[in-house]
């Protein structure tokens, strides 16, 4: 059974609105003055049989209009093209992909690369080294050889206190890196009883793309995916993957498209060697991006301190610890940036590669389109992320549906923002120091393939899920607990309230 949704008036006012103003925006919208009475007078059905998305859409049409209306679901049978999907995947599915072949040289580079990658560690690991060993030399021998033994008050805390409380916090600052993270958060994972088919075309897809089975399924509200290991490179050298799936990707996709998506992704581990490559660059990569850009703990707490210290010469050590914290991190970036330019070249011939894989299975005709609803989705979820920091800082509410309210807003991009999306297509170039390709290169390197594609689907990619808009919601609130907002749940209003009006 599919779900489907009808839009049913409340028959009542938005607050702020009046009742003649209100039936003034319903003729607007082609209603007749009766019609519109009727709706403002009892419950009435406005118009069902529609997906939740267009459920919402007529929501806020009629919200903006001052009427509220309810979406109410209900159980419908599935059409028969959505019950054949699952079996337009098996027959796409069961051939194999035509593995990419690598030359010694490229082996050979990914090993240079692996070994380039470890010249920013090696570095911190020298600057950690010699902070400590000169901490220690300090008050070992160099303060009583060049300061001498002053027994001042004055003396002992501008020689002894300042120093070890200044050179404790860049000690620590530096180790923090290297701490336990403590327990993460569990990773939300479809369910794979209910989604069994969608995980045994996964399943299908992942052999004949000839890399390991995803032991699980992550979902998150992103317009993305990813695969990747389950726990590091020992649980890789195991076999054990996961796949990430971003819900707004989903919403905005059809079955080819998405599909496509996940092939790419199972491309960057179909070779071996390239696979464990890829997963140690990342790693290595994100370590030195929490070095140079998180941390922000660490500058609320010296804050903090120096607001409760009285002492002047300890608001002074705390001072110039900010002051060399800030110089290390100043130090990690360009580490982080030295380490993305030593494994660039190597990252983009990866991705030429994954897309080989995306144009074997739905063709190198249809990729350029796909980027381009790629770009526009990722727009749009850039707009649903603002607005809902706004809302949420100004008036203590959030998203419902944040995968909704990106297709909302994709859907309502003019004519002249697309263009403009495709412009900036033609206008982005690939750099020397560029991580990925410019998307025009990519398109390029796919159409030269001349792909015919195997699997030809248009449906749109959430019919693939089990009750799609109830998971859109739930993983709204995890998004919500993993960034820290305490009782989300409180602060959640429809969509509609916080959506600009369309215009």
């Given at each position: 059974m599919a779900k489907?949704?009808?839009?049913?008036?409340?028959a009542a006012l938005v607050s702020g609105y009046e009742h003649k103003q209100v039936i003034?925006?319903?003729?607007?919208?082609?209603?007749?003055?009766l019609q519109a009475q009727v709706l403002l007078q009892k419950k009435t059905l406005i118009k069902q049989d529609l997906d939740y998305q267009k459920a919402l859409a007529y929501q806020e049409r009629f919200a903006n209009a001052g009427l509220v209306v309810n979406i109410q679901p209900y159980q419908v049978d599935e059409p028969v093209q959505e019950k054949d999907v699952f079996a337009v995947l098996d027959a796409a599915l069961s051939t194999p992909f035509t593995r990419i072949k690598t030359t010694s040289v490229y082996k050979?580079?990914?090993?240079?690369v692996m070994l380039a990658s470890l010249i920013a560690p090696a570095i911190y690991f020298g600057i950690l080294a010699g902070t400590g060993w000169g901490l220690w030399w300090y008050f070992s021998e160099g303060r009583e050889l060049y300061l001498g033994w002053n027994r001042s008050a004055w003396g002992v805390m501008m020689t002894f206190v300042m120093p070890a409380i200044v050179g404790g916090i860049v000690i620590l600052f530096l180790l923090y890196p290297l701490w336990p993270k403590g327990k993460m958060p569990k990773p939300f994972v479809l369910d794979r009883k209910k989604n069994a088919a969608f995980y045994r075309a996964i399943e299908k897809l992942a052999k004949a793309a000839n890399v390991p089975v995803p032991e699980y399924i992550e979902i998150m509200p992103e317009v993305n995916a990813a695969a990747g290991s389950t726990g590091g490179l020992v649980s890789l050298s195991r076999g054990k993957l996961k796949l990430m799936i971003g819900l707004s990707l989903v919403a905005g996709s059809n079955v080819q498209q998405l599909m496509g998506i996940i092939a790419h992704e199972f491309g960057h581990f179909a070779q071996r060697s390239g696979m464990f490559a890829y997963q140690w660059i990342n790693y290595v990569n994100r370590w030195l991006a929490e070095c140079a850009f998180g941390q922000d703990i660490w500058r609320e707490r010296l804050d903090r301190w120096m607001d409760k210290t009285d002492f002047v010469a300890v608001q002074i050590a705390l001072y110039i610890a900010k002051i060399m914290i800030a110089a290390v991190r100043f130090l990690f970036r360009h580490l982080f940036f030295l380490s993305l330019r030593l494994t660039q070249s190597m990252s983009r011939q990866m991705e030429f590669d994954a897309?080989?894989?995306?144009?074997q299975l739905v063709g190198s005709h249809v990729f350029r389109a796909n980027t381009l609803n790629l770009r526009?989705?990722?727009?749009?979820?850039?707009?649903?992320?603002e607005i809902n920091y706004n809302a949420l800082h100004e008036r203590d509410q959030l998203l419902r549906n944040i995968p909704a309210a990106v297709i909302a807003l994709a859907a309502r991009f003019s004519v002249d923002f697309i263009r403009q999306i495709e412009?900036?297509?033609?206008?982005?170039?690939?750099?020397?120091?560029?991580?990925?390709?410019?998307?025009?290169?990519?398109?390029?390197?796919?159409?030269?393939?001349?792909?015919?594609?195997?699997?030809v689907?248009?449906?749109?990619?959430n019919v693939l899920f089990k009750d799609f808009d109830q998971l859109c919601e739930q993983i709204s609130n995890y998004f919500y607990y993993l960034h820290g907002i305490s009782g989300a749940k409180e602060f959640v209003v429809d969509n509609h309230n916080l959506l600009p009006q369309a215009t």
């Open positions: 489907k949704y009808r839009v049913i008036s409340a003034a925006q319903l003729q607007s919208l082609g209603l007749k003055e050979l580079s990914l090993l240079l897309d080989k894989y995306e144009a526009k989705h990722a727009y749009a979820w850039q707009q649903v992320m412009v900036d297509l033609h206008s982005d170039q690939t750099n020397f120091w560029d991580f990925h390709p410019a998307d025009l290169d990519r398109i390029a390197q796919v159409e030269a393939a001349v792909e015919k594609g195997r699997l689907c248009d449906l749109p990619a």
